[in-house]
Nanobody, 126 residues
């Protein structure tokens, strides 16, 4: 499984960015997908995830209502629409994938996810 993240950049507080993650290597419809982020000097933290066959989309409380996770099955791509960005959203954003469906309680742990993209930097200026 290969993951390619893109869409990061520099934006002012209150602005928007849309991240994309293209997946290849196996049947995309079987993938469980997630976004994580890592700020300088901090641990990698969960942002959002979707499980195969699950209509729920899981969000971290810190991004709920501002970020939207979507999935384009035809293009084997997931997106993270980020609105109302704050300086504290500044981080390298990583997409992650897992073939076997994780239990909901494990979604927020980076150790749950087997495959990772290279990361894309998001910088939000105040």
């Amino acid at each position: 499984v290969q993951l390619q993240a893109s869409g990061g950049g520099l934006v002012q507080a209150g602005g928007s960015l849309r991240l994309s993650c293209a997946a290849s290597g196996r049947t995309f419809s079987l993938f469980n997908m997630a976004w994580f982020r890592q700020a300088p000097g901090k641990e990698r933290e969960f942002v959002a995830a979707v499980r195969q066959g699950d209509t729920n989309i899981y969000y971290a409380d810190s991004v709920k209502g501002r970020f939207t996770f979507s999935r384009d099955m035809a293009k084997n791509t997931v997106h993270l629409q980020m609105d109302s960005l704050k300086p504290e959203d500044t981080a390298v954003y990583y997409c992650a994938a897992k073939v076997n469906r994780p239990i909901s309680s494990a979604i927020g742990s980076a150790d749950t996810w087997a495959y990772w993209g290279q990361g894309t930097l998001v910088t939000v200026s105040s």
